[in-house]
């Protein structure tokens, strides 16, 4: 196991309490390796508008140019992890600012780490941030070809930043920001209730889906308990079923939830399953993830009534077997893995490692 003790220093677009899944994950992420590894982090802040509480491990740029970044930036011989979405530090996915400053400091002899949680747009097509796509792909290369290690949260990432830069890329579906439960009770001892949590519009399209109403009478659900901003119309009822709307809760509350639950809804694009963070809780505390999408895209070793309950298929057989091969799935990659690969990284010698 390893056990150096240092500092590393992780860029963020934004901390909690802001609303930020880039920012909560390097949160999450710093706890797990400092308590594991020994490893302190500082972490920087790309958004001058960013309030800190007063934490002097917390920095945060007073404007988004390279030179205002590069007075934050460690000594060379403190690594740097990235933690890398072209939107989260420019209103349309292109930092030249932060592509400059890590190119002067790399170019010292810097060790940079860039963990992609996005590449570039693709789509929708005629949105703003689609137009300057060519610009957000040059700017991800250059940080790619900086990087000395990079990771990322799908697969078809890994090959697109290796077709890219020749460069491998580690594979790390995200982990739960809510909790984990290693060893979940079985689905027959919980509850029979299923929670509805996220966005107030994935919700929305949740309630929307003619079918829902049918699956919980499937699964004998009692109640729904829907987590998250308020909805536009309140619900209080789904036919016979109870729904009780607990708002935005914090983690160790929907951690609680999850762990007595049977089953979650989340509606996603089944091919980026691996990034959401929703379908992450679900199998993190070993309830049946139900998937609302309107397409059948098998990636990142996700299979359709195997590892999760696709909305259009017809009910499974075992909703247990479908549960504990989410969860199995999941421990591949929790917070404990993910702080152990990075770590690994961040040895002085990070770069020669295989397995890193």
């Known amino acids: 196991m390893l056990t150096q003790s240092s500092e590393i220093v992780m860029i963020v677009p934004k901390l909690p309490a802001a609303i930020d899944g880039l920012g909560d994950y390097g949160f999450q992420l710093a706890q797990q390796l400092e308590q594991a590894y020994g490893w302190k982090t500082r972490f920087i802040v790309g958004d001058p508008g ?6 002097s491990s917390v920095s945060s ?36 600012w932060l592509v400059e400053a890590l190119t002067q400091w790399c170019k010292a002899g810097g060790r940079l780490i860039t963990m992609f949680h996005e590449l570039y747009a693709t789509r929708p097509i005629f949105s703003s941030a689609t137009l300057t796509r060519h610009f957000q792909k040059r700017l991800a290369v250059k940080l790619m070809t900086l990087s000395d290690r990079t990771f990322t949260n799908r697969q078809s990432y890994a090959e697109k930043i290796h077709h890219l830069s020749q460069k491998s890329a580690i594979v790390l579906p995200v982990f739960s920001n809510v909790g984990e439960c290693l060893y979940p009770k079985p689905l027959a001892a919980r509850s029979r209730t299923l929670v509805i949590f996220g966005s ?39 036919g016979t079923i109870s729904v009780q709307s607990l708002g935005v809760l914090p983690a160790e509350k929907i951690s609680a939830i999850l762990s007595d639950a049977i089953a979650g809804i989340v509606s996603y694009p089944t091919a980026f399953l691996a990034k959401s963070g929703i379908f992450a809780a679900y199998c993190s505390h070993g309830v049946l993830p139900i998937v609302i999408s309107s397409d059948l895209n098998h990636q990142d070793r996700l299979e359709a009534n195997h590892h999760y309950w696709w909305m259009l298929s017809p009910a499974p057989e075992s909703i247990q077997a479908i549960a504990t091969s989410a969860h199995n799935w999941y421990l591949t990659h929790s917070l404990q893995v993910h702080a152990e690969k990075f770590a690994q990284c961040f040895e002085m010698n990070s770069v020669i490692l295989p397995n890193c």
Request: glycine share 6%; proline share 5%.
């Open 50 to 55: 960013w309030r800190s509480s007063g934490a």
């Open 200 to 238: 107030p519009r994935s919700r929305q399209e949740i309630y929307q889906q003619s079918r829902l109403e049918q699956i919980c009478h499937r699964l004998k659900i009692e109640t729904i308990i829907d987590i998250g901003a308020a909805l536009s119309v309140e619900l209080n009822q789904l």
């Open 61 to 96: 740029i007073s404007a988004r140019s390279s030179e205002a970044l590069v007075t934050l930036l460690p000594t060379t011989d403190t690594p740097i992890l990235l933690h890398y979405a072209g939107h989260g530090y420019a209103k349309r996915g292109c930092p030249l």
